[in-house]
């Protein structure tokens, strides 16, 4: 067992995580905080993934052509940017 040191704001943050169901700050911690992992820990959970639908894969291949439209470049980027654009 370790002893932490936290500001009161960093407290009051980790305390409203914590649920009825969690006795302790160090299961917030181990809920909340993810553990550190390396690209073969991402891999393996890709693995783990089922293969999109058909309606899926049609909707990420829509949301790239749109990303790779020269004229959405300003739009994605500006604090103007209509509501269509955002929409996507």
Avoid: C
Avoid at 1 to 18: N, Q, V
Avoid at 22 to 28: E, N
Wanted: aromatic share 10%; net charge negative.
């Amino acid at each position: 067992m370790k002893t932490i040191s936290l500001t009161d704001d960093a407290y009051e943050r980790l305390k409203s995580w914590k649920s009825p169901d969690w006795d302790s700050f160090s299961k917030v911690v181990l809920e909340v905080i993810p553990k550190r992992g390396t690209a073969a820990d991402m891999e393996k959970a890709f693995q783990t993934l089922s293969p999109l639908t058909q309606e899926e894969a049609n909707r990420v291949e829509e949301v790239m052509a749109w990303g790779n439209a020269w004229e959405n470049a300003a739009a994605a980027w500006s604090t103007t940017a209509s509501k269509e654009n955002h929409a996507r």
